[in-house]
């Protein structure tokens, strides 16, 4: 027996994981699953925008990594025109309350939900999973309208790898095994999340040895192909719309079909912050973690020197960004979805003309709702739970109401007015101390994309405490030490202790550079050519 002083430190992941970056001078997609990136640049290579790649990637991601986006959820989108061509705008399909959204559906069981958020214990978790969990699906329409507006190629060829990736089915892989088994208790809950994700009562495994198979997610391929054919808002008013309505109905749930033909994603003008350089950052308008993200670049100018951050330049933005997080927090209490099951999926692209493009889209939790839809195969988001279940509550529930959420997407333009860098993240509150780093390493102390998807960093997602990387070096740890209590984790595939950030930089020679998450096990970037 070791002396109990003596144990040693268990490790989840004793090896050193490099992700390979990719270099191009075209086009380039990076996405946290590589087939999806792929998919993007067939459209690049048909001679589309970073628009038609960007959407291609997100219809493909439905298919190929259904536990963090889909059909059924929600997101933003930035774009930046090449060359200066125009003002950066928001694509926001964020979500919105269903109009029967009603709180005393919602009833509280006077305990406090200790695992996700520190709020107020809704009876059953009907605000976590199932069909009252349910906000309006507009990820469709905001992909939808970032084609028609940005977009070169026919709908239906962009939407072609999605149909086939549908076809072929998920890959039954380890980390498939790893997500499904995290989500299994509550899957098992509904017929056809269990029917599809639980064969014979359990999670899909892979081989011992060989080469794992893939199994269909339901009906979603021929959903996927009936959007291919009759377009985008069939999704919304026409047949597909129709088989939804008729199954959350069936269900129990809130979302009617006036709800979905009443979906409409929109166009804002992104929020622009002048920034490192000379650069300017083009950040996403609504209801997303901009504004907090702004208070912690105010908080951090002028504190990079140096060819890396040291001890100095972590303790200051740990308190930029409890100082960030408290004026967020300041009117909403712990409203807000904490990072403990929040999964989503960032994607950007770039095309040859200098296009960028930044997408965060979302399901909200692992699987969202857990609710696959029979008839058309949708996994059906759980956003109902960013809503505080707190009568009266500042970001509390109503119908049609829009919820405050954690999406990033940032593209920082050149002091020539080009876009430079497209980035973002997916990791709930998470996100955005993962974008600010890896924005500050890369502009403003000169990293390579790959060298600073690989740099240790910190987390802070409140107004209190940090989450460090244990890689960190021990002056850094003593400095965050002397600021408050400092929590050391490791950087692995799970548990999930940092966000997952993507990003491709375009450099002054004409280089392009990308770099997905280093443990995200399926990512990657992907250049054109």
């Known amino acids: 027996m070791f002396p109990s002083a003596r144990i040693p430190t268990h490790r989840t992941q004793n090896w050193q994981v490099r992700k390979p970056g990719a270099r191009g001078r075209a086009g380039m997609v990076a996405s ?22 960007a959407v291609a990637t997100a219809f493909a991601l439905a298919a190929v990594e259904p536990w963090n986006s889909g059909l059924g959820g929600i997101g933003f989108a930035q774009v930046a025109a090449p060359n200066g061509g125009g003002p950066a705008e928001t694509i926001d399909f ?15 069981t006077g305990r406090t939900k200790r695992d996700l958020f520190a709020w107020p214990e809704v009876e059953g978790d009907r605000n976590i999973h199932g069909p009252l969990s349910f906000v309006i699906p507009s990820a469709v329409a905001g992909y939808a309208l970032l084609h028609e507006r940005h977009g070169r190629l026919p709908l239906r060829d962009v939407l072609a790898p999605a149909v086939a990736l549908a076809k072929r089915g998920l890959p039954a892989d380890w980390y498939t095994t790893l997500k499904v088994a995290f989500s299994a208790a509550v899957l098992r809950l509904y017929p056809e999340s269990a029917r599809v994700y639980l064969p014979n009562g359990l999670p899909p495994i892979p081989p011992y040895q060989g080469t794992p198979g893939f199994f269909p997610l339901g009906n979603l391929a021929a959903t996927l192909e009936r959007l291919a054919e009759a377009g985008p808002r069939d999704f919304y008013e026409g047949e597909v719309a129709a088989s939804i309505a008729q199954d959350v109905r069936e269900a129990g749930g809130l979302l009617s079909a006036a709800d979905l033909a009443g979906c409409r994603a929109r166009t804002l003008p992104a929020v622009e912050v002048p920034w490192a350089g000379g650069r300017r950052l083009m950040l996403a308008n609504g209801l997303t973690a901009a504004p907090t993200l702004r208070r912690v670049l105010e908080g951090m100018e002028g504190a990079a020197s140096g060819p890396e951050p040291d001890a100095e330049w972590y303790a200051r933005f740990a308190r930029a960004m409890r100082a960030a997080y408290a004026e967020r927090l300041a009117g909403l209490g712990d409203a807000e979805p904490r990072a403990a099951e929040s999964c989503t999926t960032h994607l950007t692209a770039c095309d040859r003309d200098g296009m960028m493009v930044a997408v965060t889209t979302t399901l909200l ?32 529930m109503a119908p049609g109401k829009r919820p405050l959420t954690n999406t990033c997407p940032v593209i920082a333009l050149g002091a020539d007015g080009r876009p430079e860098i497209a980035a973002g ?19 403003e102390f000169g990293m ?3 060298a600073a998807a690989h740099h240790p960093r910190v987390d802070v997602s409140g107004p209190d405490g940090v989450t460090a990387d244990d890689r960190l070096p021990a002056a850094v740890l003593d400095r965050l030490r002397a600021d408050g209590p400092v929590e050391l984790v490791e950087h692995g595939v799970m548990p999930l202790n940092f966000a997952c950030p993507n990003m491709i930089q375009r450099t002054p020679g004409g280089e392009v550079v990308g770099v997905s998450d280093a443990m995200s096990p399926w990512s990657a970037a992907v250049a054109q050519g």
């Open 94 to 108: 964020g979500p919105v309350a269903p109009a029967a959204l009603d709180p005393a559906a919602f009833p509280l």
């Open 448 to 450: 390579d994309p790959e």
């Open 32 to 53: 946290q699953v590589g087939a999806a990136a792929e998919a993007g640049v067939l459209m690049l290579d048909a001679g589309g925008t970073a628009a038609d790649a």
């Open 365 to 396: 939790s692992s699987m969202g709702s857990r609710v696959v839809l029979p008839r058309s195969g949708v996994l059906m988001n759980n956003g109902v739970m960013w809503f505080d279940p707190t009568p009266g509550a500042p970001n509390g």
């Open 425 to 443: 993240a997916s990791g709930g509150r998470r996100i955005m101390a993962a974008v600010a780093q890896m924005l500050s390493f890369v502009a």
